[in-house]
């Protein structure tokens, strides 16, 4: 897949979804419902102007392409069964069960192209650039990884099966007892039940996606984060002015934030803890309201040290290890 630079630079257009290719549609809906089997997509489901989104696909491994073992008789409306000549089927023969017919096809006549729900999900995933592995958490829902928005990191999820309202409620409340944090989850269908979890946010995929010269490229729609980010920094700055815990923990962060320029990717979190409490007590010292001096907790100067470093795309990769925090 080519980079997102290159792609921007050809200023991709969103598309309202009447205008997407339709075999995409076509195949976003199979999906939805098609539980764990694949969904092919027929050599008459792509039209002439969309086979450069088919060659797009295929390069990025969500589609592959996966020849037919049958084919519509040609004198009646049977299936009918083909027998391969040569290792790519350049020369087949069709065989009808019903009238008897045989007569002669190709590989082009049998060309299908395969997808299935795992495969769309690490198509999703890089194409959103999120961290973290790619997990099933039921069914009907996908973990993707995580992004960071401000000073907030999203859990993302892809579900399908949300258009009834006891299915939908159902992958809500799966993506509910695996999520940490705030979630997006990313929508199969066109409409779906509200979540009932405040710290979900769902959107449609294909509200996510734009297309350009026949490529894919993926942007975040603002409703994605529902102004979550903006109400966590007011909720905890209401909180840093009359909890002077609360208040010492976010000048520890600026501090880190200020620290973390040119670290090393050698680094490892506690490293910098211990530097901080031999180094910088300053910085994990505070007063209460009787004036009785405390030391913010290492479990905190932790937390507070790996929540900056994820900040900054480094919380999960630095040194190779993940932090327990």
Same mark, same amino acid.
């Given at each position: 897949?080519? =980079?997102?630079?290159?792609?921007?630079?050809?200023?991709?257009?969103?598309?309202?979804?009447?205008?997407?290719?339709?075999?995409?549609? =076509?195949? &976003? /809906? +199979?999906?939805?419902?098609?539980?764990?089997?694949?969904?092919?997509?027929?050599?008459?489901?792509?039209?002439?102007?969309?086979?450069?989104?088919?060659?797009?696909?295929?390069? !990025?491994?969500? &589609?592959?392409?996966?020849?037919?073992?049958?084919?519509?008789?040609?004198?009646?409306?049977? *299936?009918?069964?083909?027998? %391969?000549? /040569?290792?790519?089927?350049?020369?087949?023969?069709?065989?009808?069960?019903?009238?008897?017919?045989?007569?002669?096809?190709?590989?082009?006549?049998? $060309?299908?192209?395969?997808?299935?729900?795992?495969?769309?999900?690490?198509?999703?995933?890089?194409?959103?650039?999120?961290? #973290?592995?790619?997990?099933?958490?039921?069914?009907?829902?996908?973990?993707?990884?995580?992004?960071?928005?401000? !000073?907030?990191?999203?859990?993302?999820?892809?579900? %399908?099966?949300?258009?009834?309202?006891?299915?939908?409620? !159902?992958?809500?409340?799966?993506?509910?007892?695996?999520?940490?944090?705030?979630? *997006?989850?990313?929508? &199969?269908?066109?409409?779906?039940?509200?979540?009932?979890?405040?710290?979900?946010?769902?959107?449609?995929?294909?509200?996510?996606?734009?297309?350009? #010269?026949?490529?894919?490229?993926?942007?975040?729609?603002? +409703?994605?984060?529902?102004?979550?980010? +903006?109400?966590?920094?007011?909720? #905890? &700055?209401?909180?840093?002015? =009359?909890?002077?815990?609360?208040?010492?923990?976010?000048?520890?962060?600026?501090?880190?934030? $200020?620290?973390?320029?040119?670290?090393?990717?050698?680094?490892?979190?506690?490293?910098?803890?211990?530097?901080?409490?031999?180094?910088?007590?300053?910085?994990?010292?505070?007063?209460? %309201?009787?004036?009785?001096?405390?030391?913010?907790?290492?479990?905190?100067?932790?937390?507070?040290?790996?929540?900056?470093?994820?900040?900054?795309?480094?919380?999960?990769?630095?040194?190779?290890?993940?932090?327990?925090?």
């Amino acid at each position: 897949m080519k =980079n997102k630079t290159m792609m921007k630079a050809r200023a991709p257009q969103r598309k309202p979804p009447n205008q997407w290719p339709r075999f995409f549609r =076509n195949m &976003l /809906g +199979q999906l939805d419902v098609a539980g764990d089997d694949p969904v092919f997509l027929a050599k008459d489901d792509i039209a002439l102007e969309d086979q450069s989104y088919v060659a797009s696909l295929i390069a !990025q491994g969500l &589609l592959s392409e996966e020849p037919s073992s049958s084919i519509a008789c040609i004198s009646c409306d049977a *299936i009918a069964a083909v027998r %391969r000549k /040569g290792a790519k089927g350049e020369k087949a023969s069709a065989v009808c069960p019903c009238c008897g017919a045989i007569f002669q096809t190709n590989a082009q006549e049998l $060309r299908r192209w395969r997808a299935d729900w795992n495969s769309l999900g690490a198509w999703v995933k890089d194409m959103a650039e999120t961290d #973290g592995d790619l997990e099933s958490v039921s069914s009907s829902a996908l973990f993707l990884g995580h992004i960071t928005r401000g !000073q907030e990191r999203f859990e993302v999820y892809l579900a %399908r099966s949300l258009t009834e309202q006891t299915s939908g409620q !159902q992958a809500y409340s799966d993506i509910s007892q695996s999520m940490n944090g705030s979630g *997006i989850v990313l929508s &199969l269908a066109g409409s779906f039940p509200k979540p009932t979890n405040p710290k979900m946010a769902v959107v449609r995929l294909i509200d996510c996606l734009v297309v350009s #010269g026949g490529e894919f490229a993926f942007e975040w729609p603002e +409703q994605a984060f529902s102004g979550k980010d +903006q109400a966590k920094q007011r909720a #905890g &700055l209401a909180r840093a002015q =009359n909890d002077p815990r609360q208040k010492q923990k976010e000048s520890l962060k600026a501090f880190v934030r $200020r620290k973390i320029v040119g670290i090393s990717i050698d680094t490892r979190h506690h490293e910098i803890a211990e530097d901080i409490r031999k180094n910088h007590k300053d910085q994990i010292t505070y007063f209460d %309201r009787l004036g009785n001096e405390h030391k913010l907790s290492n479990q905190i100067i932790l937390d507070s040290i790996a929540e900056v470093l994820r900040e900054n795309g480094l919380g999960d990769r630095i040194s190779g290890k993940k932090f327990n925090t």
